[in-house]
């Protein structure tokens, strides 16, 4: 098993920056990519951005592309999200997933995080 803890989230004004942090632990090194999911009030949760644990390469959706960017850091097992620009439309809980798989664009994930709210006010 693979526990995920999500911190960082809350109230920013429209043009701030927040950093969300996630924090692994369990088997961590059954796992090959870390990624960070959103779901808005009344809509489906939606993958945002991820990342290999080994290479560091990344992949991120369009709409966030250029403002958020993610990072890791091996020894720490941890993984962060960085939020510039940040716009009204990504309110949000945040959450951060895990998974044995090595494809990017297959967003079933094996393991969640509890979820960190991301307010941005205009």
């Known amino acids: 098993q693979v526990q995920l803890v999500e911190s960082g989230g809350g109230l920013v004004q429209a043009g701030g920056s927040l950093r969300l942090s996630c924090a692994a632990s369990?088997?961590?090194?059954?796992?090959?990519?870390m990624g960070w999911f959103r779901q808005a009030p009344g809509k489906e949760r939606e993958f945002v951005t991820a990342i290999r644990w080994r290479s560091g390469s990344t992949y991120y959706v369009d709409s966030v592309e250029g403002r958020f960017t993610i990072s890791k850091d091996n020894a720490k097992n941890t993984v962060y999200l960085q939020m510039n620009s940040l716009k009204v439309e990504d309110t949000a809980v945040y959450y951060c997933a895990a998974k044995v798989g090595l494809e990017f664009r297959d967003y079933e994930y094996d393991y969640w995080g509890q979820g960190t709210q991301v307010t941005v006010s205009s």
């Open positions: 369990g088997r961590t090194y059954s796992t090959n990519i």
